[in-house]
């Protein structure tokens, strides 16, 4: 409900003008002098001031100016009620920052059509400063993604022209192929860094469309887990497929969904010591006659501070010394997992208990029709 403050040292006048308003749908409360009205108006915080000039001790002028140098208060709209209507009264009040100046006596219908005036031009205002802070955060925001990425970039391009410089003094064939390695590493690197950006950059832009297809996670899962399965061994980490054997073929876009489970299962090997566990369970939960919830729950033995759980799927935020493996990365991962859950109206939640970090990704998955199962 708009609030409205009366400033007013006449009783009458000031009783009748909050009997108006309020009768009006507005939320008033009045104050008898000019002091007594700035001191309400800075507790109260209304929407709009309606002031006599003329009061004893701090009048209209007063109140005007004191609260025009608040940061809090300098913005809400103030109508002046006087019987002075001469042109320099007028100019005074308006050089103070006065919205509008009404003479007694005065119409109801002047009042209420000047304070919907003013009501309307200070919503109009916040919605305009709204969008330029929008716009100032929007450009300070894509200033420091061009540096990141720029830095981002940089290295593995130096590491390919060290490779290169080298490959070119070295006499053996032994620090040859090492120098070559480093450049298969760097250039994969720098590939899925720029191929990282363009899909970011897609999923922004609203310029990503899911194809959703039958897929049955029994089938489908262990063949896109065993890649991350044959990597875990090798690192002494025990990956654990769950997947429940009853469930029918569901919906997904599957392309994303892989993208998904991927980056986080290459996230959790990277925070698990060797001989720790990781897992990767499918959970499905009805909620409601024919709906139900489709739960991708990744576990592994980790734990990371609760300040660090925010920041895991801003662009570039990397746990420091979180990668027990050095294994790099764009850093770019877990932003895509995050904008790939949210396109496909999907839900996220991370969360640490003692000893382990669970990652929970949903999505209201349909049954896919016999008709689509047969075609796929």
Not at 133 to 149: C, G, P, Y
Not at 206 to 214: G, T
Request: hydrophobic fraction near 40%; proline fraction near 6%.
């Amino acid at each position: 409900m708009t609030k409205i403050l009366i400033i007013e040292d006449e009783a009458s006048l000031r009783e009748d003008l909050l009997d108006l308003l309020e009768g009006e749908g507005f939320e008033v409360t009045g104050a008898a002098d000019g002091q007594a009205g700035v001191d309400l108006a800075r507790s109260w915080q209304p929407d709009l001031i309606i002031c006599d000039v003329l009061m004893p001790g701090l009048d209209g002028y007063g109140v005007l100016e004191t609260l025009r140098q608040d940061e809090t208060m300098a913005l809400i709209p103030f109508i002046f009620l006087t019987a002075k209507g001469t042109g320099p009264d007028l100019r005074q009040g308006m050089t103070l920052g006065a919205d509008d100046y009404l003479i007694k006596p005065y119409k109801q219908s002047e009042l209420l059509a000047a304070i919907a005036t003013r009501l309307h031009k200070h919503t109009s205002i916040l919605q305009l400063q709204e969008k330029i802070e929008s716009l100032e955060s929007t450009s300070l925001l894509q200033e420091d993604f061009l540096a990141t990425t720029s830095e981002n970039i940089r290295g593995p391009l130096t590491n390919i022209a060290m490779a290169v410089k080298m490959l070119r003094t070295v006499p053996n064939r032994d620090a040859q192929q090492r120098y070559l390695d480093l450049l298969q590493v760097e250039s994969s690197r720098e590939v899925k860094l720029i191929d990282d950006l363009l899909d970011l950059q897609r999923l922004e832009n609203h310029n990503y469309i899911p194809r959703l297809q039958p897929v049955t996670l029994q089938n489908w899962l262990p063949v896109v887990a065993e890649p991350l399965r044959i990597q875990a061994q090798a690192r002494q980490q025990q990956l654990h497929i769950v997947v429940p054997p009853y469930l029918p073929a569901l919906l997904f876009d599957s392309a994303s969904l892989q993208r998904v489970l991927v980056e986080l299962l290459l996230n959790a090997c990277k925070y698990t010591a060797p001989g720790g566990s990781l897992s990767l369970e499918v959970r499905r939960e009805l909620s409601g006659d024919s709906a139900a919830t489709t739960h991708f729950v990744i576990s592994n033995q980790a734990e990371l501070p609760e300040d660090v759980l925010p920041k895991l799927f801003d662009p570039f935020y990397r746990v420091p010394g979180g990668d027990r493996w050095h294994q790099g990365g764009s850093g770019l991962g877990l932003a895509l997992v995050k904008r790939l859950v949210d396109v496909q109206s999907g839900t996220l939640n991370i969360k640490c208990q003692p000893g382990w970090l669970q990652v929970q990704v949903s999505f209201d998955a349909e049954v896919a029709p016999p008709s689509v199962v047969a075609r796929a």
